[in-house]
């Protein structure tokens, strides 16, 4: 850590910061001319040295790949409230930068084995190999015994599109076997849910939820690289090991008693030994009126768990308003990464510098920018690192869940994720674009910068629920997750397409995501003035923005912003 050389950087912008708004205010009457002058000094001072550097730290053996519960966390949140406190944040928890959250971590036995039974030749299926499954319930075996197996095509009930996949079909007790994604994508008909955009029912929690619903002893998830966005090597990393979870008030006694995955080509040999052609059911299942199949098969699986209470943290820092600090604007990313896992061989640390040490860098750097104004904005800034995000949004999911700060007074949410490493950009890509009113604010800014505004240009792959904004969404909260872009201006849109496939090949959750001097962080240093921006007009603003028509999360704001006026 180099704090003398920041903190010199730091003064001499403020020094600069202050004759420039003496210069802007006393010559210039405009009030356009005057903002544009008095964000200059913030803005400068958000550099890719700076970011480089503290990636660097998050991203250093030495944090140990910020694996939650470990001594990784708490270098990472010691670190984040060291810088929070030297840029002259205050702690955003009362007296405390940090927000406790309790957690169980479930590790489960890794010699388990799925037995399938029915068929002339019985099939056994190995841990991690074929398969992964894991128990949420809070208990040291769970168990499946015969249980009969029935195909349910997607898993989905969705009574605005029309589709019920356990429709007439009793899954009490069984296993259920379903499809990921959702029909739409499969089918690439925009008349089918979204078309080829994913819906929340095309993601696994989601199915996972839905199969508890209906009573399902277990569900799995058949794997498909393509439709699930990812291969299956980073399925066997995450879902292997040590798996953090919030504890629910029933011991999340209400959930399946297995939830997993299985390896497409052990879907393809369970398919096969019930006389069925995996690929032509694949086809039916996409389509309106679709029969859920029993296998004729019976599953056996046993999990045992070993269990372990631990708490983890959210680091969270607030720049109060200078006029009404009760209402808030939200810059957030997640700390956490994998962590270390002492079973592989050679690297075993996963250092997640992408993901997401840029992020949260990014974080420390947006705080020292907001602390070069001369003036705080007149709401007060949140700047929150939340954990867990990994395993599955457990830090942003129980602080939007247990908030600080009333939700109805809670502006907005700017979630950062991953920066972008290859650039600059032609465009800013916005996970949630023209979901809600956040959306001017960004336009604006990019349209200043030259840029435009795309939506995410891969929305099948779901990222709309894949990181920390989306618990905030849920509650309400206008929640978007700004993510580099898709058009580099150097060498155009192909080009950067396949530098983000490359990264998601080789890197993506896996130790190989390593800090890298060569990095271009030019374009990130671009977004993140934007985001200045876009945080600092929503911090001077009086309106609370809304999603819009037709979006499943206008009601929760409605709602919430009603209540708090009574
Ligand atoms: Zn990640």
Redesign the pocket.
């Known amino acids: 850590m180099n704090n003398a050389p920041k903190r010199k950087s730091m003064l001499s912008s403020l020094a600069i910061g202050a004759v420039l708004a003496f210069i802007g205010f006393g010559f210039f009457g405009c009030a356009k001319e005057s903002e544009e002058k008095r964000l200059q000094p913030a803005l400068s001072s958000i550099t890719a040295e700076d970011l480089s550097q503290d990636t660097k730290i998050l991203a250093s053996d030495e944090f140990e790949g910020r694996g939650l519960a470990s001594e990784g966390e708490i270098k990472t949140i010691n670190f984040l409230r060291d810088e929070f406190q030297r840029v002259g944040l205050k702690p955003g928890n009362g007296q405390s930068y940090f927000q406790e959250i309790p957690m169980v971590v479930i590790t489960a036995d890794p010699d388990a084995r799925l037995d399938v039974k029915g068929a002339k030749k019985a099939l056994s299926f190995v841990y991690k190999e074929d398969f992964v499954a894991e128990t949420l319930r809070v208990v040291e075996e769970a168990a499946l015994k015969d249980s009969e197996m029935v195909f349910a095509g997607y898993g989905i009930v969705a009574p605005e599109y029309n589709w019920n996949d356990y429709e007439g079909l009793d899954v009490r007790g069984k296993t259920v076997l379903v499809l990921v994604n959702d029909p739409g994508y499969v089918t690439q008909d925009p008349a089918l849910f979204t078309g080829r955009s994913m819906t929340y029912y095309g993601r696994w929690t989601y199915k996972y939820e839905e199969a508890a619903r209906q009573g399902a002893a277990a569900v799995f998830i058949v794997h498909e690289t393509e439709p699930a966005a990812y291969p299956w090597g980073v399925v066997q990393n995450g879902w292997t090991g040590p798996q953090f979870n919030l504890v629910s008030e029933d011991n999340n006694m209400s959930r399946c008693a297995a939830d997993g995955w299985l390896r497409v080509e052990a879907a393809r040999q369970i398919f096969k030994s019930a006389g069925l052609d995996y690929d032509a059911i694949k086809v039916q299942a996409a389509q309106r009126g679709f029969k859920a199949v029993p296998l004729g098969l019976k599953a056996s699986l046993t999990l045992k768990n070993s269990l372990r209470n631990v708490t983890s943290n959210n680091v969270i820092a607030l720049l109060p308003g200078s006029e009404r600090p009760d209402e808030y604007v939200f810059y957030m990313s997640?700390w956490d990464?994998f962590g270390r896992n002492p079973a592989l061989e050679g690297d075993q640390i996963f250092n997640?510098a992408v993901?997401?040490a840029t992020g949260t860098a990014a974080l420390i750097g947006l705080a020292e920018a907001f602390k070069t104004l001369k003036h705080p904005p007149l709401r007060s800034i949140v700047f929150l690192a939340v954990t867990g995000?990994?395993q599955g949004l457990l830090g942003s999911e129980y602080y939007a869940t247990h908030p600080i700060y009333p939700t109805a007074k809670t502006a907005a949410v700017i979630n950062m994720?991953?920066l972008n490493t290859y650039g600059p950009m032609n465009d800013i890509t916005v996970v949630g674009y023209g979901l809600s009113e956040l959306d001017q604010y960004i336009e604006a800014a990019a349209k200043e910068a030259g840029r435009t505004v795309n939506q995410d240009p891969t929305p099948e792959k779901g990222s709309y629920f894949r990181?920390d904004h989306f618990p905030f969404a849920k509650q309400g909260i206008p929640a978007v997750y700004p993510s580099g872009g898709t058009d580099s201006i150097a060498h155009g849109k192909e080009w950067t397409l396949a530098q983000r496939d490359k990264y998601t090949a080789e890197k993506?959750?896996k130790p190989t995501d390593e800090f890298d001097p060569n990095w271009d962080l030019s374009g990130a240093i671009d977004d993140l003035r934007l985001l200045f921006k876009v945080g600092y007009r929503l911090a001077m603003d009086t309106a609370f923005p809304n999603w819009k028509e037709g979006t499943q999360y206008k009601a929760k704001r409605d709602a919430d912003i009603a209540a708090a006026r009574q």
Request: glycine content about 8%; cysteine-free; charged content about 35%.
């Open positions: 997640h990464h997640g993901d997401n995000e990994e994720d991953a990181s993506y959750h």
